[in-house]
């Protein structure tokens, strides 16, 4: 059975740093294109990064761009998003999962998370 399983959340001061892990059992994640979600108390879930299969080509919207990088380790199995300069409107529960090989977004509707990593960014 596949499973995802995000780690290294917490609480964090504005300005402050977070890495983030996502750990893959029953699968190979340098099969799949990857990427970061995050959902706010009361909002939809938001993406915020992908990253290649290679790791050789990132994809990030407007609201992560500078502040965000997405990684990964094929020898470790994981994917990370490295998070910096964090402020208040970071905070989030974050999730991994599988994005488009093309386009390196959302590929539509997901009927699989993990249990996330709650990310609490103080002002």
């Known amino acids: 059975q596949v499973q995802l399983a995000e780690s290294g959340g917490g609480l964090v001061q504005a300005g402050g740093s977070l890495r983030l892990s996502c750990a893959a059992s029953g699968l190979t994640l340098s099969s799949y294109s990857m990427g970061w979600f995050r959902q706010a108390p009361g909002k939809e879930r938001e993406f915020v990064a992908g990253?290649?299969?290679?790791?050789?080509?990132?994809y990030y919207p407007d609201s992560a761009k500078g502040r965000f990088t997405i990684s990964r380790d094929s020898a470790k199995n994981t994917v990370y998003l490295q998070m910096n300069t964090l402020k208040p409107e970071d905070t989030a529960v974050y999730y991994c999962?599988?994005?488009?090989?093309?386009?390196?977004?959302?590929?539509?509707?997901?009927?699989?998370w993990g249990q996330g990593t709650q990310v609490t960014v103080s002002s």
């Open positions: 990253i290649s299969r290679s790791g050789g080509s990132t």
């Open positions: 999962n599988f994005v488009s090989n093309l386009t390196l977004r959302p590929r539509g509707e997901y009927t699989y």
